[in-house]
C-alpha cells in the first residue's frame, strides 16, 4: 500500500465487497448510494441494517465521500448527504423538497463558515477534516449550546486529533458559554449544576510535542474520521485496561458508529496501522469470561471441573490443562492488545483529548459560525 502524505487518504486500496473488487477512489466518486455498496438498509441504502432507520445511523464512514465534495465547496452533494440521513426521520412539517432545501442551506452554512475566526493557524487538511467532521456531526446536532450535554465533543476531539489549532477568543467564547448556561439555570434545575468557567479553562488545541505521540498521530492522519475516532475510541479503553484484550467491534463507542461506521472495515484499517496487535494474555482474556463460559469450556476440552470450584480456580485449570486450545480461541476471537512500541503514545494520547474536550465543547456551542 501506498506511503500516504500528510493529510491524505490512501484511495487506492482495494476493498473487498462480495464476489467484485474495488479502489476507495472508485467508491469516493460514486453517488450516495454507490459508496454505501449495498451494506446499507433495504429501504433506506444509505442507513444502518442493525439500527432502527428513525435513528438515522449511517451505514458506513461516508467521510471519504465527503471529503472530496467539501473540498470542491460542493453545497450540494453535501446537503444530499443530510438529507440522505435524516430522510428517515426529517423532522416535522414540510415537504420533501422544503427538506432537501432545508440540508442543502445547513450544508452551505458549514461550508462557509469562517472556522479561523477562532481556530487559526490550522493547516488546509486540518479545517478540511474539521468541515467534514461538522457535517458528519449535523445530522443529529445543533450547533447552539445545547450540544454541550451530549458527547459531540468526544467525537470531534478523536476526529481531527492528529492537527493542531490556535484558539483565538477565549474569553468570549467562555463568556457566551457561562451567559447560557446562566441563563438556562434559571429555567431547568439540570443547568444548575453547571459551574462556570473561566478562561483559561480552554486548553490549547495543539498535541504535546513528543516523537511517540507524533509517530501514533501520523498513523491515525492515514484513517478516514470514522476510522480515526474508532482507533481513539480502542486506544483510550486498552491504555485504562492493558491487561483485558478486548475485541476492536466491542471497542467502538454508540457516539462513533452514531456518526457512520463499517466497523468490519474500520477494524481491518486499524489492524493496518500496527496500532494494535493480536492478544497474547490469556489470564486478562479469560478475566471477561463468566463462570458459565469457563465451565462449558473446559467440558467442551474433556476437563470435568467440580461444582465447587470458584471462577478464579476454574481459569487456572482451563490455563493449565487447555493452553494451547485457549490461544486457538483466542487467535480466532479478534481479540488484540495495544502495541508495545505505541504505549506511550496511546497514554499521551489519552490525556491529551481528555484535557481538549472542554475546548471543543465550547467552540461547537458558540464559536463555530454555522446557522444550525
Sequence with gaps: MPKPTPGSLVTT?????????????????????????????????????????????????????????????????????????????????????????RYRVLAASVLEAQLGLHLRDG??????????????????????????????????????????????????????????????????????TWPPLAADALLPIVPPDNPDLAGLLALLLSLPLGARAHAADVLRHLVADPTTPRTLASLSRYETRKRGLDVTESTRLIMDTGLVVPATELQGWLSGWTRRDLLGFLAHCGVRPRNSWSKERLAEVAEVECADFLRQRMSESGVVELSPKHIQGARLLRQYLDGVKETWRVWLGFGTGVSS
Excluded: K
Design 13 to 101: 486500496q482495494t476493498l473487498d465487497f462480495g464476489s467484485s473488487t474495488i479502489t476507495l477512489a472508485d467508491r469516493v466518486a460514486a453517488d450516495l448510494p454507490g459508496f454505501a455498496d449495498g451494506i446499507g438498509h433495504p429501504d433506506y441504502p444509505c442507513l444502518s441494517r442493525a439500527h432502527n432507520p428513525s435513528s438515522c445511523v449511517p451505514c458506513v464512514d461516508f467521510s471519504p465521500w465527503l471529503r472530496e465534495r467539501v473540498r470542491r465547496n460542493d453545497a450540494d452533494s453535501a446537503g444530499e448527504y443530510l438529507w440522505r440521513i435524516r430522510q428517515a426521520n426529517p423532522g416535522v412539517g414540510g415537504s420533501e423538497e422544503d427538506f432537501r432545501r
Design 123 to 192: 493547516s488546509e487538511e486540518g479545517y478540511l477534516d474539521l468541515r467534514v467532521a461538522l457535517i458528519l456531526l449535523a445530522v443529529h446536532e445543533g450547533f447552539s449550546g445545547f450540544i454541550m450535554t451530549g458527547e459531540a465533543a468526544d467525537f470531534l476531539a478523536a476526529a481531527v486529533c492528529p492537527h493542531a489549532f490556535t484558539l483565538e477568543g477565549a474569553e468570549l467564547l467562555v463568556g457566551l458559554r457561562n451567559e447560557f448556561v446562566h441563563r438556562m439555570a434559571s429555567e431547568m434545575s439540570y443547568w444548575s
